[in-house]
């Protein structure tokens, strides 16, 4: 199994929801990551979390608090989010062992589109 | 300053041509990693090939390769014989090791290039 599973694949929310972005792999990837893109613009990373701990948080505002319950669960918490916050929400998986060798390698789900209204 | 420089923001390119997508990058670590990303209008996000920074030898991978030129920092993806198929916003990205002993880095995109790719 080579996929990384993300649901929903859409979701509307108002500023004074809470939802959830789930994501899922099973190729026993250590490192899991959150990045955001906005149209027409490249992805930008959010969180990295590496054997199971968050290793990175690119400066995300509160309103978006990560989670991973196991090795092979991501989570993102949303809450009070702004119209701003619409975006393409793009999870990644990799081995997870430092810059080299092509083991590195990212795999990416198909992305949740947030819609804030 | 830019990490990644995609110059190209589109191509339109003939079916069956080469084409052949501008990246340079700036890093002062000696140990990084240059991947390309392909990403269709369904927003997923597609590996194609991967250079390290130690690798000798250009990557290939079936149709694509990767022209790597560490004194100018740059790592250009040569397509060969252009598909309809191939039409797509196409991302150079690096991992440095900034956060190394042990742990992942996140990847570091260009602005992209849109190819088009016309029968």
């Known amino acids: 199994d080579t996929e990384v599973t993300q649901t929903p694949k859409h979701l509307v929310m108002g500023m004074t929801n809470k939802k959830s972005l789930k994501c899922e792999q099973h190729?026993?990837?250590?490192?899991m990551y959150w990045y955001k893109q906005k149209a027409k613009k490249p992805p930008e990373l959010m969180f990295v979390y590496s054997y199971e701990k968050l290793s990175i948080n690119e400066s995300v505002p509160s309103r978006f608090s990560p989670e991973c319950p196991n090795s092979s669960l991501l989570n993102l918490h949303l809450h009070a989010l702004q119209p701003e916050d619409s975006a393409l929400y793009l999870c990644?998986?990799?081995?997870?062992?430092?810059?080299?060798?092509?083991?590195?390698?990212?795999?990416f789900g198909p992305g949740t589109r947030l819609t804030v209204l | 300053a830019q990490k990644i420089t995609q110059t190209q923001p589109g191509m339109f390119v003939q079916e069956k041509e080469a084409v052949t997508l501008d990246c340079t990058y700036d890093t002062s670590d000696q140990s990084y990693g240059l991947f390309w990303y392909k990403q269709p209008s369904s927003g997923e996000m597609i590996f194609l090939i991967y250079?390290?920074?130690?690798?000798?030898q250009n990557a290939t991978e079936g149709r694509y390769s990767l022209n790597f030129q560490k004194a100018r920092k740059s790592a250009n993806l040569v397509i060969s014989a252009s598909q309809l198929g191939d039409s797509a916003m196409y991302f150079c990205?690096?991992?440095?090791?900034?956060?190394?002993?042990?742990?992942?880095?996140?990847?570091?995109f260009g602005k992209g290039t849109h190819l088009i790719i016309q029968p």
């Open positions: 990205a690096m991992r440095e090791g900034k956060h190394s002993g042990g742990g992942a880095d996140g990847l570091t």
């Open positions: 250079q390290g920074s130690y690798d000798e």
């Open positions: 990644a998986s990799s081995h997870g062992l430092g810059a080299g060798g092509s083991y590195n390698e990212q795999f």
């Open positions: 190729m026993g990837h250590r490192a």
